[in-house]
């Protein structure tokens, strides 16, 4: 079974600073990846996702992700936060189950603050 | 396209009432997925369609609930009765093909009292 783990439910930075949030993935067969985002009392929106061929993926709102197989991690980056950068941030891993359909696995969320 | 939209986006009813949640997926997705959201928990799938077919109702919690989707472009979420543990946001979301992306509702907020 595939699963999704996102290390520190909170990451606080300051406006300017690096945003790195970690997830790490476990899926017995070649795992397709997403980050969404959610805004308070709003859905989730996709940022950015993998599915195959070039392993950095550039995302919307200046975010991006690198997928390492050899450490099944898939963690998010931005060079510089912004104050709208505020908000709660899930991974997912997403397979294609036998039979068809799949199954889209979240993380339990990483929620970002952004400090002046 | 107007996204995915649900109805309500608020609900408060009272532990034993019948509930029911509302969604029209964006046309022509033919994969729509019903979500739980809640603190204790976080995201779970509840249940999801392929072509107006339920495939995978596993994360359905209970009898109490129960999910139909008689057309592409409509599906329902029910829940009765409805217990104070039920409240949660509940989110749609839609695809167009296999492991592509889902596109979410904003959601309806449930609040059983």
């Known amino acids: 079974a595939q699963s999704v783990t996102q290390l520190g439910s909170h990451v606080s930075v300051s406006e300017g600073a690096l945003v790195l949030l970690r997830c790490n993935y476990s899926?017995?067969?070649?795992?397709?990846l997403f980050w969404y985002v959610q805004y308070p009392n709003q859905g989730l929106q996709l940022l950015l996702k993998?599915?195959?061929?070039?392993?950095l993926v550039k995302g919307i709102n200046g975010f991006e992700a690198e997928f390492k197989k050899s450490e099944t991690s898939f963690h998010l980056t931005k060079p510089s936060a912004h104050m709208s950068d505020a908000a709660e941030y899930f991974c997912?891993?997403?397979?294609?189950?036998?039979?068809?359909?799949?199954?889209?696995?979240f993380g339990t969320g990483t929620q970002l603050k952004v400090e002046l | 396209d107007a996204g995915v939209i649900q109805s309500p986006r608020h609900e408060v009813t009272e532990m034993g009432q019948e509930v029911t949640l509302r969604c029209k997926p964006i046309?022509?997705?033919?994969?729509l997925f019903w979500y739980r959201q809640t603190m204790m928990r976080g995201l779970e799938l509840l249940i999801y369609?392929?072509?107006?077919?339920?495939?995978?109702d596993s994360g359905m919690p209970e009898d109490r609930f129960s999910a139909k989707m008689p057309n592409a472009s409509f599906s329902t979420l029910k829940i009765q009765p409805s217990e104070p543990r039920d409240s949660a946001v509940y989110f749609c979301?839609?695809?167009?093909?296999?492991?592509?992306?889902?596109?979410f509702g904003p959601g309806t907020r449930l609040t059983v009292l």
């Open positions: 979301a839609s695809t167009l093909r296999r492991a592509d992306t889902q596109y």
């Open positions: 899926s017995s067969v070649p795992p397709y």
């Open positions: 993998y599915t195959t061929g070039a392993t």
């Open positions: 997912a891993v997403s397979t294609i189950l036998t039979g068809g359909g799949n199954k889209l696995t």
């Open positions: 046309s022509g997705h033919d994969y």
């Open positions: 369609f392929n072509n107006n077919v339920p495939i995978d």
